[in-house]
């Protein structure tokens, strides 16, 4: 068992040091140096001799000895500094950190009642119209833009119904309309997977021997077909975990919220690749943890994994 | 008075009938056995009696009554409420697959007192104390560490002991076992049977065996109720059923049947030259650090033109040495010689394998037509026109229609997708054939016929046959010679009527025991 | 098995609907002029801002320019944009993913280990990594798009060359003489495109949604290129006042995706 979690934490630490070195060879092969780009700028009046000093600020050396530094950095916690503002890294991302975390894990928990409630009902109904329409509300979620789904909301809710403000308003009116947008597009893969996996659960042969047993629906369904379907719904939530950065990207700039999506955005306009890659490889370390917890999670779940791990 | 009583009763599933009008009736404490071939509605019967059918079927007509004078229950039409009080309480179902029929995540215990605990049982230590004696009651030793444990960790026979438990829990008087030890090997299908006509004598249950064997069905039943089609072709107390049949397919089914049709044995021609020549064959596999043998020095020869069995259980290493010799698979050890065959490629043109699914070994996209001819691409035999009379003659020579040559193999029944792959196995002119479980999955009534096709390829063509089979009624009745392998090895080998009329080992005896007495 | 069938047989039939869909959109691609008059680019002022109606089926915006000839004449950047993209991840997935399933070992490891480097990151993260390389342009879009749906195809692509690998009827055409290159083509390939296509077509509806998206973000197409995503950002300003310069735009983005989508399932449950 130790083992095997060793073994688990060696891969993780692996794919994430290797998202690590392909962002940054991606983000030096940058043509046209973004250093240059900013600073050369005649109106700044910089000299030769101070873009040099700025780019030894910017440790821009030899390449190897560059990303050996930025790698060490990252290990302890240095992610040097925003080409953008001059600020270092940590302290433009743990600024920007609580917000996102806040709508993201709000989002995350909506995104979850969402897909099982529409999974349970789904399977629960007897009527075959009401179940077909059921399951295919996760494909229209999955097929709605985000930003488009939060420009609808604000329509509906602020301008139509003027039920949120549109500027002020208390911290939950704030945050009701982005985490409604964040949510809807994860719940859908979620309720698919739940979904599915509920029928395959129905499928299996011991189905019939417990409703033999004289169990009811709601008995067969709840203590049996949902317990065998929480398996792989779980791998696809964690999945989800890691998109709500990227979705908070789009739902922070239509809602005009700080955090780490609009910081994203800001640097993927100023070309500040210090802060991409930041926020990249965060990315990557959460899907790469969550992914880790899962597998961990798994064989107390499923009994038949613990001798298999 | 009859326990329970079927009057016409019609079940169709999306408006097409599938069981038309089947009366029958079941008395305390009796068991009567439904036999019948896939398809001919047997199951779907029995389901329809607690109310056990898909979504997508209905029970369009009939009566079902249950119960003795007195609590007399009519079932028909019950909705899925009313008929809960009855599943579990008053009829016991014993499913056919153990291996997926008990939930994975949770234990056995829990599992067993499931069935108590739906019926309203709420003391803890009750439960508790009434699993563990139920556990003890269907034969499994240590029930205190077995209801902590989870189905994955007993095996088959355990778990169908477990089922057994649950059907009987709550001493039901009817338990309706649907295929009940199918899936199971032959000596640990003995000792289910068994243990449920000790639990039957004990509690005085009665029961509706649902079966396609009809070893098991004469063995165990007072009454045998023979179904095809939806229909009930016979029924009548089973002994005179056996010796007298009355119904066309009865008969049919009878003769049919190689448990209960003691054919001459076929002797070996006095000898022949050796076609396979089998020596110290080992195969190990890697289990996490430790090595498994999976195969231990097996030795056997085969004469030219007959057949030798490979007779086991699962796990027995029968498969695993099939392959070795057909080269699917690389012996860590040991000797494997083909009289005749050529190395490289042109082996296969000298020896073929039939697989057990027929379905599994056709590809689904491609027509029969051009299954049958790829073995003569392959080696470039003939040209186009060539090839097209060569595969006409092999759908002649396994009895198929000429119309089959455009179709898929989805739009075949088994036993014709089983033609098509021996004539696929025929093309290029192999000289041995091996045959791994290649009737298995076959009805009995099909099953025979194929036995027939390959004992007359084999006298036309001169091919030499090794067939791997689990039935000792079928390998009786097909092979000239038998090796028994247990845990990887070959306990016995001889002539079949040496090993059938005088076993010298414990474990053929164990064997033979387990099938119907005529055979033997 | 309970209940489950009917529902399933409903869903069977053929999704004329969405072909339907897709048809439209691509003949608006094909030939925009035969379903609009108006001019997208070129607007008239006096009629601006007006709410749909008879003359403009998706109303006007601020500068008096025919929405719907936007959408119609917009769909072109669309569609080859998201064409590009499923090719890009089609191409480099599939590739990856039949060497990882049909070389097993170390080379299959490699290919699994660069996989899930891949789906650790975002796609619209990855994304926006291949913009500040490449910079803003809907070529660069539709191919930073495709580079984040490779892990997936790789993955489907090893995860059916395994399977079908291991098939009896594969066996049996090594049995019967086959040499591998004969039993990849007549049986391996036929049998694991199925799903690979279906991937395809949800892809396609997916790599529309995320053109649209990084069009929002301003990072596609310079205005006034009518690009679907860049309509809607430039629609924005009017929410209070004009609903249907967002709405209806969003509308067809989210018919084009659920047509997609709804393909993907057809076809992929339509194997023998």
């Known amino acids: ?309 | 008075m009859s326990l329970l009583d079927l009057r016409d009763v019609a079940v169709s599933y999306d408006g097409r009938r599938a069981v038309h009008g089947v009366s029958l009736s079941v008395e305390p404490g009796e068991v009567v056995a439904v036999v019948g071939e896939s398809g001919s509605g047997k199951t779907t019967t029995a389901h329809a009696i607690i109310g056990l059918l898909p979504g997508n079927a209905s029970v369009d007509a009939g009566t079902i009554h249950f119960g003795p004078p007195g609590r007399r229950l009519d079932l028909t039409g019950w909705s899925d409420r009313r008929l809960r009080s009855v599943r579990g309480a008053r009829i016991g179902l014993v499913p056919q697959d153990p291996a997926n029929s008990l939930d994975p995540v949770k234990t056995v215990g829990a599992q067993i007192g499931e069935v108590l605990r739906v019926h309203g049982q709420r003391d803890r230590r009750r439960i508790r104390g009434r699993v563990l004696d139920l556990l003890a009651r269907v034969g499994l030793p240590d029930p205190e560490t077995r209801a902590r444990q989870y189905p994955h960790e007993l095996s088959g026979g355990m778990r169908q002991r477990v089922l057994i438990a649950i059907a009987v829990a709550l001493r039901p008087e009817l338990v309706i076992a649907d295929e009940p030890t199918s899936a199971l090997d032959v000596t640990v299908q003995r000792r289910v049977l068994d243990l449920i006509d000790d639990l039957r004598a004990e509690y005085g249950t009665a029961m509706l065996l649902v079966t396609h064997d009809l070893g098991v069905a004469a063995g165990r039943s007072d009454r045998l109720v023979v179904m095809k089609d939806g229909r009930v072709v016979e029924q009548g107390p089973t002994a005179g059923v056996l010796a007298a049949p009355e119904a066309g397919y009865t008969r049919r089914l009878l003769g049919d049947a190689p448990a209960l049709s003691a054919r001459p044995f076929r002797d070996p021609p006095p000898a022949a030259r050796p076609a396979i020549t089998v020596r110290d064959l080992v195969k190990e596999f890697r289990v996490g650090r430790r090595a498994f043998r999976a195969v231990d020095g097996v030795s056997f020869e085969v004469a030219r033109g007959t057949t030798h069995a490979l007779v086991g259980e699962s796990g027995s290493g029968k498969t695993t040495t099939a392959r070795m010799i057909v080269r699917f698979a690389r012996p860590t050890s040991g000797k494997v010689t083909i009289a005749g065959a050529p190395d490289g490629r042109d082996f296969r043109r000298h020896v073929q394998l039939v697989h057990q699914n027929p379905y599994g070994s056709l590809d689904p996209r491609q027509s029969i037509g051009e299954i049958v001819a790829e073995p003569l691409r392959n080696f470039g035999l003939g040209d186009r026109a060539a090839r097209r009379a060569r595969v006409a003659e092999l759908l002649d020579r396994v009895a198929l229609p000429r119309d089959v040559l455009t179709r898929r193999p989805r739009e075949l029944s088994g036993g014709q997708r089983q033609r098509v792959a021996i004539a696929r196995a025929l093309a290029a002119g192999p000289e041995v054939l091996v045959l791994d479980e290649a009737v298995s999955a076959l009805d009995v009534t099909v099953q025979a016929r194929i036995l027939d096709l390959l004992e007359r390829l084999q006298h036309d063509l001169g091919l030499t046959y090794l067939f791997i089979s689990h039935d000792l009624a079928v390998v009786r009745q097909i092979s000239h010679t038998v090796s028994v392998m247990s845990e990887g090895r070959i306990v016995e080998t001889g002539t079949t009527r040496q090993v059938f009329t005088e076993p010298r080992h414990d474990y053929t005896r164990e064997l033979l025991a387990a099938i119907p007495e005529r055979v033997r | 098995m309970k209940t489950m069938t009917t529902g399933r047989r409903r869903m069977r039939g053929a999704p004329w609907l969405a072909w339907a869909v897709v048809a439209l959109v691509l003949l608006w691609a094909v030939a925009p002029g035969a379903f609009t008059g108006h001019d997208p680019i070129a607007g008239v002022p006096a009629d601006k801002l007006r709410p749909p109606g008879a003359e403009h089926l998706f109303g006007t915006d601020a500068v008096g320019r025919d929405v719907f000839a936007r959408v119609v004449h917009g769909s072109v950047h669309s569609l080859s944009g998201a064409l590009v993209a499923v090719a890009v991840g089609l191409v480099a997935g599939t590739l990856l993913g039949l060497l990882a399933g049909a070389a097993d070992g170390v080379a299959d490891a490699a290919v699994m280990r660069l996989v899930d480097v891949l789906l650790s990151v975002p796609g619209l993260l990855l994304a926006l990594t291949v913009i500040i390389l490449l910079g803003p342009g809907t070529v660069n879009v539709a191919i930073a798009v495709g580079a984040g749906s490779v892990a997936a195809f790789a993955r489907l692509a090893r995860a059916e060359v395994v399977r079908v690998r291991r098939a009896d009827y594969v066996e049996a055409a090594f049995g019967s003489g086959g040499r591998f290159p004969a039993v990849l083509w007549r049986h391996i390939l036929p049998n694991s495109l199925g799903p690979v296509v279906a991937l395809a077509a949800l892809q396609f509806g997916a790599a529309i949604l995320a053109i649209s998206t990084l069009g929002f973000l301003g990072y596609g197409a310079e205005p006034p290129t009518p690009e679907w995503g860049l309509l809607i950002a430039e629609g924005r300003n009017y929410l209070a006042t004009s609903w249907w310069l967002t709405t209806l735009p969003g509308a067809v983005v989210v018919a084009v995706v659920l047509a997609a989508g709804r393909i993907s399932r057809s076809i992929g449950k339509d194997r023998p």
């Not at chain 1, 530094?69 to 040097?80: D, E, H, K, N």
């Not at chain 1, 629906?217 to 379907?229: I, Q, T, Y």
């Open chain 1, 1 to 309: 068992m130790t083992r095997h979690l060793l073994s688990r934490a060696g891969q993780a630490a692996l794919v994430l040091w290797a998202a690590f070195t392909a962002s940054y060879v991606l983000l030096q092969l940058l043509p046209g140096d973004s250093i240059l780009i900013k600073f050369q700028n005649p109106e700044l009046g910089l000299s030769p001799q101070q873009i040099a000093e700025i780019r030894a600020h910017y440790a821009a050396g030899s390449p190897l000895a560059d990303y050996v530094s930025t790698l060490a950095g990252f290990l302890t916690g240095r992610l040097g500094y925003s080409i953008d503002t001059g600020a270092p890294v940590v302290e433009r991302l743990a600024e920007a950190l609580p917000e996102t975390a806040r709508l993201a894990s709000a989002a995350f928990l909506l995104a979850v009642l969402i897909a099982v409630a529409i999974a349970f009902a789904a399977s629960y109904s007897r009527t075959s119209w009401l179940r077909g329409a059921l399951l295919s509300v996760p494909s229209l979620f999955i097929s709605v833009p985000a930003f488009w789904l939060g420009i609808l909301l604000i329509q509906i809710f602020s301008f139509r119904l003027k039920l949120v403000p549109v500027i002020g308003g208390s911290e939950l009116q704030q945050l009701v309309l982005p985490v409604l947008t964040l949510a809807v597009p994860i719940s859908a893969p979620i309720a698919q997977v739940l979904a599915r996996a509920i029928d395959h659960v129905y499928a299996q042969p011991f189905v019939p021997v417990v409703e033999a047993k004289g169990a009811t629906r709601w008995w067969v369904l709840w203590r049996h077909v949902a317990r065998n379907a929480v398996l792989p719904t779980l791998t696809v939530a964690g999945l989800t975990l890691g998109e709500l950065i990227a979705g908070s990207v789009v739902t922070e700039t239509v809602f005009g919220r700080a955090g780490l999506g609009r910081l994203t955005e800001q640097a993927v306009n100023a070309q500040d690749t210090p802060v991409m890659l930041a926020v990249v490889v965060l990315a990557a370390a959460v899907f790469v943890l969550v992914s880790l917890i899962v597998d961990v999670l798994f064989p107390i779940l499923d009994p038949r994994l613990k001798a298999a791990a």
